[in-house]
């Protein structure tokens, strides 16, 4: 018998019963909800709406049921179409008729509200402390390389030296807006939604003070209605994660390109890395290449809950049931995620002298050049065109700029005098960008610094 069954003249068409369950996904929901139900319980006590009695057998009744969903000895099932009602129903098979009380006041609409604002609060958390855990293991990697330089690329075009640390430290920053993305939606996460019913309120003199300040809610919804409607806080969820999951996707490809002989940056650790089948030499690294390749699937989930919500009257409306799995999926696809890259990064060679050479090719002193120009005096533009033939000159030659006589520059430019040797060293160029948010090597050091300190304080 369905607990709505009383208006109802036929059984549930078996298909419809399996079409419109949840409870094969929203199962995930079960300490949640039983512990918004024990909150609901004690408060209607209070309120004086349930004997204490009463109130107590269902509380015990619930605690039951929840140790018997932790010891694994419960089956749910489809014919109570959702977690909601499939405790409900245990609960009454287990107290009795007095289990029936439990939903006095309340709508599954709220309840099922209450229940995600719990579990994304919950992993809000989780993923504020795997976001500081993998900033912290960035952060102790750049520590420890800090005297590794390697090419920076624009166009993936060697560009201008910069230390690796400063690098990585470009991620630990992104990360960082990540979590006060996250932080800053908990706010609105924290709201509690219970005591909306299933639209208007409840007719009965409930006191959702109380059930907020238990279960730790900051803020109540002011609106009943805006209260069982409201899926801003799951988009915003699966908004930040995204783009985590893009911020975590550019750092595999990094991963992925310094891993292969044709960059030869860095090995990922073997423990980290998969063989092939066929190939005897091949040492893929599959992880940074999943995260990749996850990242679209919560993007999806993103888009997917926008189109969802986009056309819905108000109130509650069956297609908001399409909320859950996307979320789910998502926090497991961001767990594993952030799971593996802290260590990913903690475990893997860093390859200096491979970097440094490479950044000794391709010019990448260029630009220091005509900045040595413009000091002595020679306007910018005229510099570039000056530095701009020598590297022509070069590139015919197979040389570098520091392969060039001084009599060679000083042919290029009177202007250029014996000290810019040591200008030009790789070392030398990084550490001139002492200046704002450059990669010299005291900047660098400041930078960490304060990161740890950042870190410490999440
Ligand atoms: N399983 C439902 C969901 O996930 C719970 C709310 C159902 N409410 C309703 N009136 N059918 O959205």
Redesign the pocket.
């Given at each position: 018998m369905k607990l709505w069954g009383g208006r109802f003249t036929k059984p549930t068409n078996q298909l419809v019963e399996e079409y419109t369950a949840?409870i094969s996904f929203?199962q995930r929901l079960v300490e949640e909800d039983i512990r918004g139900s024990l909150a609901h319980v004690r408060m209607l006590g209070e309120s004086g709406i349930l004997p204490a009695e009463e109130v107590e057998a269902i509380a015990k009744g619930l605690e039951k049921i929840r140790d018997k969903v932790r010891a694994g000895d419960v089956e749910f099932s489809v014919a109570h179409?959702?977690i909601?009602m499939n405790i409900e129903k245990l609960l009454i098979e287990e107290v009795g008729p007095v289990g029936g009380k439990l939903h006095t006041g309340r709508?599954?609409?709220d309840q099922?509200a209450l229940d995600m604002h719990l579990y994304v609060r919950a992993r809000t958390v989780d993923f504020v402390k795997g976001l500081t855990d993998l900033r912290q293991a960035l952060t102790a990697k750049a520590e420890k390389h800090i005297d590794a330089i390697l090419p920076g690329y624009t166009h993936l075009q060697r560009a201008q030296p910069v230390r690796f640390a400063h690098h990585l430290l470009a991620y630990v920053d992104m990360f960082g807006r990540d979590v006060e993305r996250l932080m800053d939606s908990y706010k609105r996460v924290n709201t509690m939604p219970l005591g909306a019913g299933?639209i208007a309120g409840t007719t009965f003199p409930i006191q959702r003070e109380q059930v907020a300040e238990e279960l730790g809610f900051d803020r109540l919804y002011d609106n009943s209605m805006d209260a069982v409607s409201d899926r801003d806080y799951l988009v915003e969820f699966l908004s930040a994660a995204s783009l985590i999951m893009v911020h975590l996707s550019r750092l595999s490809e990094e991963l992925i390109l310094w891993s292969s002989e044709e960059f030869g940056y860095v090995e990922l650790d073997d423990a980290f890395c998969t063989g092939s089948s066929m190939m005897p030499q091949k040492k893929n690294p599959d992880v940074p290449e999943l995260i990749r390749g996850k990242t679209g699937r919560v993007m999806g989930h993103w888009v997917s809950l926008m189109t969802t919500l986009k056309a819905l009257p108000l109130t509650?409306n069956?297609d908001?049931?399409e909320d859950?799995e996307g979320v789910f999926d998502t926090v497991d696809t961001l767990t594993g995620a952030l799971a593996l890259t802290a260590p990913m990064i903690e475990g893997m060679t860093v390859k200096e002298e491979r970097m440094r050479q490479n950044a000794e090719k391709g010019f990448t002193n260029a630009t220091d050049l005509a900045d040595y120009l413009v000091t002595k005096g020679v306007p910018f533009r005229e510099a570039h065109e000056v530095v701009g033939r020598l590297v022509l000159h070069c590139l015919s030659r197979g040389q570098s700029l520091l392969d060039l006589t001084l009599e060679q520059y000083r042919e290029a430019h009177p202007a250029i005098q014996g000290d810019v040797f040591d200008r030009l060293q790789v070392e030398n160029v990084t550490d001139a960008r002492s200046a704002g948010c450059g990669t010299a090597r005291v900047r660098v050091e400041a930078t960490i610094l304060k990161k740890k300190d950042d870190i410490d304080k999440a």
């Open positions: 949840s929203d179409e959702d909601h709508s599954r609409n099922v299933a509650y069956k908001m049931q859950k």
